[in-house]
């Protein structure tokens, strides 16, 4: 039986994180608010996990579950090199709706999907997120939602959409931007925009000192 959990109050707040915390290393999914929209998250490096998560929203393993994070610091363990690109992305857009497609490292024991040696990395510009992420470490976390269904922006849609397949639905109040993440793809030889969302491409165009066009371009 999934339980809802109130993090909107201050008095409650502490006992609800602890409650999803829990949740996420006992090898269960969680639901959680994010600053874009609501999430559908699990413990990383659970491969059982991410698997369940997966078969909650419907889908395979050929859309790989993207990864949030706590803090800066995490990503350097997680991923192949911290470049340039990266580095100036990070700094300017995190905590935030940016997320970014980079080489992983290749040590890392989890299972996401079909990667191709990358993983999807954000760090969002939510409290409660934070506080969670930085307690139970990455988590992987996708759009909480059905695929094809719309993304919820509250908890009681997403609890509409993926019911008992969760244990815990942490409620944040409603997600405040209510649009997807910005994906900018660095694993090529050039970054460029997979899906344009919560940043624009000339917002990350002026930080990479490249014209929105080129960002776009699929070529």
Known sequence: MAQRVDATNPGDREGAIVTAENAVKGGR???MPTDTLYGIGCDAFDNAAVEALLQAK????DMPVPVLIGSWETVEGLVAEFSAH???????????GL????????????NLGDTRGTVMLRMPNHPIAIDLLQRTGPMAVSSANVSGQPPATTVAMAEDQLGDSVAVYLDGGEATIG?????????????????EGAISAE????????????LRSKS
């Open 58 to 61: 419907h889908r395979g393993p």
């Open 29 to 31: 999914l969680i639901v």
């Open 99 to 110: 997320s970014l497609v980079v080489p992983q490292a290749p040590s890392l024991p989890w």
């Open 86 to 96: 990266l580095r100036r992305l990070v700094e300017a857009f995190w905590p935030g």
């Open 179 to 195: 649009e997807p993440s910005t994906i900018v793809d660095l694993a090529g030889h050039r970054p460029r925009i997979l899906r």
């Open 203 to 214: 917002q990350i165009g002026e930080v990479l000192q490249m014209p929105a066009s080129e």
